[in-house]
């Protein structure tokens, strides 16, 4: 299973980008597929995630300014980000897991099977 995550890049203040994340080798149709991002000398921090049935959850950092969706006959899921700050500065990584994951619990790193590489994306001021 992999999953290949694409198009960050270096963005000013206020732009957008969006990212996308290729699932092969296995389909997660039925299950969630979710974002974090990791900043240099932070914590992996949850951004969005979204159910089969496209029900989502973000993060309060990015409400309002990001949006997830998923075509589940690609096999992918987007992060739409909008309006971006500096300190959405991070390397962007895609998640999945088999199953459904009760929406309390979609911010908690450990609940996701499978990771992406992730894909940098820079803001600058």
């Known amino acids: 299973v992999q999953l290949q995550a694409s198009g960050g890049g270096l963005v000013q203040a206020g732009g957008s980008l969006r990212l996308s994340c290729a699932a092969s080798g296995h389909t997660f149709s039925r299950g969630d597929m979710g974002w974090f991002r990791q900043a240099p000398g932070k914590e992996r921090e949850f951004v969005a995630a979204?159910?089969?049935?496209?029900?989502?959850t973000y993060a309060d950092s990015v409400k309002g300014r990001f949006s997830i969706s998923r075509d589940n006959a690609k096999n992918t899921v987007y992060l739409q980000m909008n309006s971006l700050k500096p300190e959405d500065t991070a390397v962007y990584l895609c998640?999945?897991?088999?199953?459904?994951?009760?929406?309390?619990?979609?911010?908690?790193?450990?609940?996701?099977?499978?990771w992406g590489q992730g894909t940098q994306v820079t803001v600058s001021s």
């Open positions: 998640a999945a897991r088999n199953g459904r994951i009760i929406t309390s619990y979609r911010h908690r790193a450990e609940v996701y099977e499978y």
């Open positions: 979204i159910g089969p049935f496209s029900t989502n």
